[in-house]
């Protein structure tokens, strides 16, 4: 298709933005902002022009490290804000039960106020790019090499859009060439296409990329956040875990969805080899990013640090997310920075700290400090050598807990005992926090949080207080620095797929297609364990848990499995499709948020436990997002989701 047969796309396209300007380095290359130019011919007549074109693509990639436009972070349960405070995510909204048909709130299928640009005008300019590129009297200055190596990009780009609006939406219209605005009406008339189709179509196009894609990016200063092989394997694997998970896998509860022809969108029945399949993909994505060298975090001790091996490993399981483009990161996203995301997060933690820089806004609910283990690496209701029975328990800490809690102050037994994960995770009332202007580089320096009402770090502030008495620390880099002048949180780009994540992927499918006969699926749990500081799953449950033969079944490795996922990617975003996928968001998501009593002055007070909302997830409803009112009118063919 010749770039003069496309100037007819651009009203269709609604495009305000076709070309973007370049930068120099790794930190902004992507960072791009749009510019009106009046054809596309322009846009291919040069090298250095298509390129610009090509950076257009990767700005429509959701920037997932924004609570604005990640609805993972506010639209689930993982993290609770105050209703009315300094931000108004609309996906708080969706969190509270009030998504709707008209205007839906993150609406990505073609954008809004808050999703900021709809991922088909994504696929549009994926499908301009790929149709000039490939007509080789354009472009004459580009090498074959790397006009290649562009198309791929274009290509996973395109298989990408497509794979994040099937998640959200279920089953949608595949857009694989663009409709002229003179086509016909019952032409422009898209209907969706089927569970089945979709995952086919975002596969083979993902495959397709795969020739020309570079296995790791060796122009780091310029090219960092470019897709590469491995990022490639690892979405093919996320799409077919998800094509195999009882969502889209034989769902009985969207069995007679179909379009306006009686074509059934979703699969009849339930189809055992999706999940050998997403194994063989996660196994092959997992190969390939290690022959990569990409591997699991260790935090490198500096030369100044005097702090003890569990502060290390602290340091390790936050910065396995907050060490930009470590080596864990397969794909990391450099047009999606943290530092508001930081600033959200962080308590003060002395007096003279403004809560402004340091707004502690982000709550995580009293189950989700439940959820992580206890020090022997099992859940606290399974523990035999432990007691979690009553969560208003209290305890005073000793010296021998001085590395996670201030010695001699008094807080809840929920939080002594409890695997390294949970101390790297979140803080609480009483809770140590490291850090780089720690006094000495030392950890026996490290500074405290305190939370009750009277504190520094206590919700007296008008708009930037915590809901439940837990902070997020695994989000913010450990370089964070509080001046009298103010904060300065250091920036990373959002990692959206990390090795751990690989190795869990292929643990759950593993055991979904074989179960705990392959010993596989021990192999890359405890890969994940022993980075964490616990034993291997066998042995801890052998030893430590009432319930010692569980993982010698399918059903309770799923569980063992589905926990270690939900710790060790926890406030990742990752927790809000995986209650969706596996059909437990109706379980999860209508429990109440909880937390303790943020008016407490004391002690006494403070540890007693409130309900700060009772949630609401209306199933089947709720698992997709509804399509737009209008786009459904407009659009005849076009059938709406359950329930909207």
Partial sequence: MKAKKLKKYITLASVSAVLLSTTNSCKNFLDIVPDNVATIEYAFRLRVEAEKYLFTLYNYIPKEGNVWNN????????????????????SFEIARGNQRVTDPYVNYWYGNYDANRGLYQGIRHCNIFIDNMSDPTLVPDISSSERARWISEAKFLKAYFHFYLMRMYGPIPIMDDDIPVSAPKEVMDVPRNSVDECVEYIVNLLEESYSDLPDQIVDRQNELGRITLPIAKAVKAQTLLLAASPLFNGNPDFSSLKNKDGKFLFPQQFDQTKWARAAEAAKDAIETAEANLHSLFTFTQGGNLSISDVTKLELTLRQAVCEKFNEEHIWADPNSRTWDLQRDAMPPLSAEENHNDNRKIFSPPLKIAKMFYTKNGVPINEDKTLNFNDDTELRTATQDDKYRIEPDFTTARLHFDREPRFYSSLAFDGARWFKYDTPGYSDENSKVVRSKRPDYAGS???????????????????????????????????????????????AEALNESEGPGNEDVFVYLDKIRTRAGLKGVKESWTNFSTNPNKFTTKEGLREIIRRERLIELAFEGQRFWDLRRWKTAAVSLNEPITGWNMQGENT????????????????PRDYFWPISENTVIQNLNLVQNYGW
């Avoid at 207080?465 to 913010?476: A, D, Q, S």
């Fill in 71 to 90: 609805p993972a972070f506010l639209a689930g349960d993982e993290i609770w804000i105050p209703y009315q405070t300094s931000i108004s995510p609309w």
């Fill in 460 to 506: 007296t502030h008008a708009f930037h207080f915590n809901e439940t008495g837990y902070f997020i620390k695994k989000l913010i880099d450990w370089n964070q620095v509080t001046t009298a002048s103010g904060v300065t949180y250091k920036e990373y780009p959002w990692p959206k797929i990390r090795l751990a994540d690989l190795y869990l992927m292929y």
């Fill in 604 to 619: 006494a007070s403070y540890y007693v436990i409130r309900t700060v909302y009772n949630q609401r997830f209306i199933a």
